[in-house]
């Protein structure tokens, strides 16, 4: 039965059949949440099978550990962010794995979370940490950066067309009083997109101050690049994301490894043979179904692809 307090598992079914679980195979589930995919994975892997669960949100760990408990020493929380993989398998004596699979993105719970601030939609302290212990939060960033780094950040991350007018908006109302809230924040967004603008332009803002205070297009490179690496050969990396610039770094580190090239420091070694690292499985995105989205919402943009180490 799923919890209330984390969402649905997103595409769940095409996550196992592209991943492929196999009896006593080790696998990553790289940002656990409530556990919903980890607990699939489980129950596909018997008998001998386990995961290791990774979250950089302690509340997280503890749902998927109290949720996942009858699965025993099977299943391996780690608090950590998955951008450090490498040494969170080197902690747990793990050389290799069988797959690895993310879901990106914030979960349900953190947004229903009212301390949380990751969410426009009631006013709540602007935090937008995924993880709690981090110094950087979503106020810093509102009330300290230029009016260009704010640019850059909404621009960059947003994709917002108004991005310097939006920055603008935000350095005029922070020197009246600092933006403590997120309804401070949006405030200072419709003050200059006015309330035309709508959900959007709201969205699109809230996501990239979150994306820049949590890094994580810089920690989902990181992430990438050690599961490829980790992950034995005919093991799969799954990964589902739910913007395009999540979509676009996975798209592209995946074309990328799927090149033929030399090994890392080979290059001057004209008799190491050049090779591709993965096979992409996934020409497209996978995407979910209208029955799917009729049932949870945040399917809708929810993006599946794939690949095989070589």
Same mark, same amino acid.
């Given at each position: 039965? @799923?919890?209330?307090r984390?969402?649905?598992?997103?595409?769940l079914?095409?996550s196992l059949?592209?991943?492929?679980?196999?009896p !006593? !195979?080790?696998?990553?589930d790289?940002?656990?949440?409530?556990?919903?995919h980890?607990?699939a994975v489980l129950?596909?892997?018997l008998?001998g099978?386990?995961c290791?669960?990774?979250?950089?949100?302690?509340e997280?760990?503890?749902e998927a550990t109290?949720?996942?408990?009858?699965?025993?020493n099977?299943?391996?929380p780690?608090?950590a962010?998955?951008g450090t993989l490498?040494?969170?398998?080197?902690?747990l004596?793990v050389s290799?794995?069988? !797959?690895?699979?993310?879901d990106?993105g914030v979960?349900?719970? $953190?947004?229903?979370?009212?301390s949380r601030g990751?969410?426009?939609r009631?006013?709540?302290?602007l935090?937008m940490?995924?993880?709690r212990?981090?110094?950087?939060?979503?106020?810093?960033?509102?009330?300290?950066?230029?009016? $260009?780094e704010?640019t850059?950040?909404?621009?960059?991350?947003?994709?917002?067309?108004?991005a310097? +007018?939006?920055?603008?908006?935000?350095?005029?109302s922070?020197s009246?009083?600092?933006?403590?809230?997120?309804g401070?924040?949006a405030?200072?967004?419709t $003050?200059?997109?006015?309330?035309?603008?709508?959900?959007?332009?709201?969205?699109r803002v809230?996501?990239?101050i979150?994306?820049?205070v949590?890094?994580?297009?810089?920690?989902?490179?990181n992430?990438? @690049?050690h599961?490829i690496?980790?992950?034995?050969?005919g !093991?799969?990396i799954?990964l589902?994301?739910?913007?395009s610039?999540?979509d676009r770094?996975?798209?592209?580190?995946?074309?990328?490894?799927?090149?033929?090239?030399?090994?890392?420091?080979?290059?001057?070694l004209?008799?190491?043979p050049?090779?591709p +690292?993965?096979r992409?499985?996934?020409?497209?995105?996978?995407?979910?179904s209208?029955? @799917?989205?009729?049932?949870?919402a +945040?399917?809708?943009s929810?993006?599946?692809?794939?690949?095989?180490?070589?």
């Open positions: 039965m @799923e919890t209330n984390f969402h649905t598992p997103v595409l079914e095409e059949s592209l991943l492929r679980p196999v !006593g !195979g080790t696998y990553v790289a940002t656990v949440g409530g556990g919903g980890a607990a129950d596909k892997s008998p099978g386990r290791i669960g990774i979250d950089t949100d302690r997280a760990i503890a109290t949720r996942l408990a009858s699965y025993g099977r299943f391996v780690v608090l962010n998955f490498d040494s969170v398998l080197a902690r004596s290799e794995v069988d !797959g690895i699979l993310f990106l979960s349900s719970h $953190q947004l229903d979370e009212p990751f969410s426009f009631a006013d709540e302290p935090d940490r995924m993880d212990t981090q110094t950087l939060h979503a106020a810093e960033v509102v009330n300290t950066y230029t009016v $260009q704010l850059e950040v909404i621009r960059r991350f947003g994709e917002e067309r108004y310097k +007018r939006v920055a603008a908006s935000i350095v005029r922070r009246k009083r600092p933006l403590e809230t997120t401070d924040l405030s200072a967004i $003050q200059t997109l006015g309330h035309a603008a709508g959900i959007k332009s709201l969205a809230f996501q990239a979150r994306i820049e949590n890094r994580e297009l810089e920690q989902l490179t992430g990438l @690049e599961a690496r980790l992950t034995r050969p !093991g799969r799954v589902i994301s739910y913007h610039l999540e770094i996975v798209k592209n580190v995946f074309r990328e490894a799927s090149r033929a090239t030399r090994p890392s420091g080979t290059s001057l004209p008799d190491v050049i090779r +690292r993965v992409v499985l996934t020409r497209k995105p996978v995407e979910a209208p029955f @799917e989205v009729r049932a949870n +945040r399917a809708r929810a993006k599946l692809r794939a690949a095989e180490k070589l």
